[in-house]
């Protein structure tokens, strides 16, 4: 147990509930024993009381409105009101360059999504001349993939006549028809240009 | 006497008709091998005729003639065709289809297959082949094949060919 030195040091703790709950039994159980230390006990608790009744807390009603009525009143140099003005020109401005970049890639995109079926139905109304690729009869290494820009149709039918899957291609027309590809690149690209009749078949080199 | 005239008859439309059965019609076959790459060096001008077309075709800003070679095979013939990078194209036509020729293609990595292709062509069209990595750019192959064959509007015709590969 404690003795009265250094229960006295916990005294002022103990008025205010700042102890721990064993030093709190601790200190109590000696109060309850001790004269003194708790007639010390009662000389703090008569201290605080005195000292919070000394204390005026002014009012503060109305004081946030009264900043900032100081605040408004308050003349902003020149040269801060400019930087103020630049400021906010600047965020407008990154705004709006920020809602037409966007609007451009919308656009762009819009663009490159739908051109190629834009020129396809193009190609297709003008009967214009086609690559034909025929499903290979063996087993293809890889499948055979078409550019976004080309004209290749691959079809199942082994008929040449049959194959055409599009309506206006006329088989008599084709610069190339291309019965069978097997490659080991799997991104293998076939398409044609009418304008030139040239077939091309691209081999990505992986 | 009518038996000599029979022979006489039959021998004279034999050696009429022989140059067309005993000699098989030839097909031309023209391989050029291009360097395409972006050097900022131009069409090479041995490319006068094709440069533009590889100019459309693709992107790229210098087109190099690497080398030509033409040859003529007859049907069923396969041609070999050395190209730039240890590569080898076979090229075998086998038929003509209207006024196409039918042809089956095979690009080799030195000893290795990398596409085959059974294809018409039509007569005196152009297939392009690309994309192989070759010195600082890329390989273009450009194959065109040549015949004396009769146009015909109607692909279901039947075909005109010394031997039917089907």
Redesign the interface.
Known sequence: MKDCEQISLLLGPFEDGELEPHEMQEVARHLATCKPCEEMLGDYASIGRELRDIITIPPLTGFAAGVNARIAARRIPLRERIGEFFESLNQRWAAAFAMVSMAGAVAVVTALVLTPYLRHGVTGLQNAPMAKVESPTAPSLASTTTDESSHALVSSDEE??QMASSPNMN??D????????????PT?AVWS?P???????????Q | MAVTMAFAVAAAGRVWAGPSLASPQKIGVRVDSVLASDTHEGIDTQLTPMGPRLQSLFSYSTYHLVSHQERQTPMGTLLSFDLPGGRILHIEPHAIEGDMIAMELVLFQGERPVMTTDLKLRNHGVLIVGGPRYEQGMLIISIGADCRCPRTADMGARPITPHSPE
């Open positions: 040449p006549q088989p008599g084709s610069h190339a028809v291309i019965r069978r590809l097997e490659s080991e690149i293998t240009e304008e030139n009749g040239t077939t091309v078949i691209w081999l990505p080199e």
